[in-house]
């Protein structure tokens, strides 16, 4: 099953894009499934706009790394995927858009898909590996292990809807624009009641090295600056979840977060 609007008790709905044309379409549909996710492919920079997932707490599955292999859609003309030319010889990480680890749950036959599924270049954005990693990624790395550890999240369920986030100044390399900030809205249930927090990392554009880790940084937002910057609409229901937009938040001097701990679940 691919990702699942009703895995919560409220209902949450993929993103609408703002403009059909901005995706590729498979079948006539911007919806691209794979096991436990799903997402929408941009035609012009042939990153996903947002993979939307779902993560069974309960029924996580330890399923090995090794011997996984990044892999292009079959489904999908290669001339509308980045591919292993965007990555070999040079220094530029594969990393997963949609956790490796978030997806394998289930019975292990259907982890085990889910974890092969997740090596799919539609699913993967340059340098995402090193920020997915706790040690490396700070913040961002370790937003989904805050959450479990923090709350007491109703049937330990969460669905989660990330990407890139693009500019017309992107750095192009080999053919094709890096993105340089990566969005997150975490979906959750405590007690019936849906809380929802969104995140975007970033980087300071004025530094030189768009491969400097220390450049990037995690920032809480309201739910409404990733679609102005997406150019998409989320489910209402995550607005009138989130407490930043609810209270029109807007920080006059935005601060970084530092530690998980500075995040109010």
Not at 57 to 65: E, S
Not at 87 to 105: E, F
Request: with cysteine; net charge negative; aromatic share 12%.
């Amino acid at each position: 099953m691919p990702f699942n609007p009703k895995f919560l008790q409220t209902d949450i709905n993929t993103p609408q894009l703002n403009n059909s044309e901005d995706a590729f379409k498979l079948n006539d549909s911007e919806v691209i499934d794979y096991i436990h996710f799903s997402l929408a492919l941009h035609s012009r920079t042939k990153f996903a706009i947002w993979v939307a997932w779902n993560i069974d707490g309960r029924n996580l599955k330890r399923i090995p790394r090794k011997g996984s292999s990044f892999f292009e859609d079959s489904r999908i003309p290669s001339e509308n995927q980045a591919g292993n030319k965007l990555y070999k010889s040079n220094p530029l990480d594969r990393g997963h858009l949609a956790r490796r680890v978030d997806l394998n749950w289930g019975s292990y036959a259907e982890a085990k898909k889910a974890n092969s599924d997740s090596f799919v270049f539609t699913n993967i954005a340059p340098q995402m590996d090193s920020f997915n990693q706790s040690g490396k990624g700070g913040v961002w790395g370790e937003l989904e292990n805050s959450l479990y550890d923090q709350t007491e999240m109703d049937q330990s369920r969460v669905s989660i809807i990330g990407g890139c986030i693009f500019h017309e100044d992107d750095r192009e390399y080999r053919g094709y624009k890096i993105p340089t900030e990566f969005y997150k809205t975490i979906m959750y249930e405590e007690k019936g009641k849906l809380k929802t927090k969104s995140f975007i990392l970033t980087q300071d554009l004025t530094r030189l090295s768009f491969l400097d880790l220390e450049a990037f940084k995690t920032y809480e937002v309201a739910p409404s600056e990733i679609e102005a910057k997406c150019n998409f609409t989320f489910d209402e229901a995550i607005h009138q979840a989130n407490e930043f937009d609810l209270n029109s938040f807007i920080p006059t001097e935005r601060q970084p977060l530092n530690v998980t701990s500075e995040i109010n679940w």
